[in-house]
């Protein structure tokens, strides 16, 4: 048969050969003899939802089954230029017919042949020529299972995308929660779970842990005299210049509210804590932002509470915050454009009474002052 004569047959089924949206089955027939190709072409010729097309030369199948897509393959085990087993081989170790159903049209019977066709993944055996009905029975059951596994498979990967993407939005979303939206820094809710975590932490690991809060100085009549407009300007400014002094990529500079900030800094102690603070507060003099209306100095400067302490279990890591925040009413108290560190006799006079008498007996009696 020439090549003509293949086509012929192809061309019989007038439906829409070759087209991977046909529904139904898709049965592309591997064998030498056309005249079994004529035979299997006329047995599935009254089937609506079954698709045929005829492949002659074994040697081309591979890349017909690539462009034709069956939903399965009929494949003969005894052709001139190919194995049958080689064939089968091929099927299933090229990506794209992989899982493929292949049903094996063999001329016999034969016990030893059809354990080997099944060891290389063949999904079904029939003799030729196989009946009517159960060939059509059986192109149809494993064509329903190949395209339910084909919609599962895709699915899957589909989900596998979205869930990805759900990750990055996910991700982009927690940055965009958890960032101060004018400066660009850490916001307070940053702050209170960083400021949780690092407590928690520090507990586990009896590791100093130290909070500095810092306040600009006179920044109403900043504002009052410059406008709003300069009042954010500034405290872009001034963020920027905390997050350049900050040199540990595990400190956290935050927006704690209004023009206030925080700079948690884990693993420090207070002498760590206390350079860093001196070394933000020459950072914010230098960007000398004007401030004509200050009765501190010329220009914008920053006012700081420093506490540390090495937590112990049952402390609550907003006792470290009100430490801070006493140190720097201290800092405001003292004149403003300095830092002050929270200590134990001097600042633990009221709400912290208990706290002190508790620390108190932790101190005579461990080794080490946590402060
Ligand atoms: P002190 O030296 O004691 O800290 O005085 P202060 O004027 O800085 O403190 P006060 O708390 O009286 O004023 C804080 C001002 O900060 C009030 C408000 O106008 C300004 N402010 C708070 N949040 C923002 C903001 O997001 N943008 C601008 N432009 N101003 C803000
Ligand atoms: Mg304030
Ligand atoms: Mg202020």
Redesign the pocket.
Known sequence: MTPTEVDKINAMNDRDIGSSDAPGSRVLLVDDQPIVAEAIRRMLADEADIDFHYCQDPSNAIKMAAEYQPTVILQDMVMPDIDGFVLLRFFHSTPGTRTIPVIVLSTKDDPAVKSEAFELEASDYLVKLPDRVELIARIRAHSRSYMAQKERDEAFKALRVLKKELEQKNAELYRLSSQDG?TGIGNRRRFDEFLESEWRRAIRESSPLSLILI???????F?DNYG?QS??EC?QRVAQALARGVRRPSDLVARYG??EFAVILPNTATEGAQKLAEALRVEVEALAVSHEHSSTADCVTI?MGVASTIPLTGMAAPELTKMADQALYRA?EAG?NRFCVWRLEKDAVTAYDKEEERLSRVLADGPASPF
Request: glycine share 12%.
């Open positions: 004018l306040d600009i100085d006179h920044f109403k009549p504002n709003h009042g954010d405290l209004g023009e006012s405001k403003r």
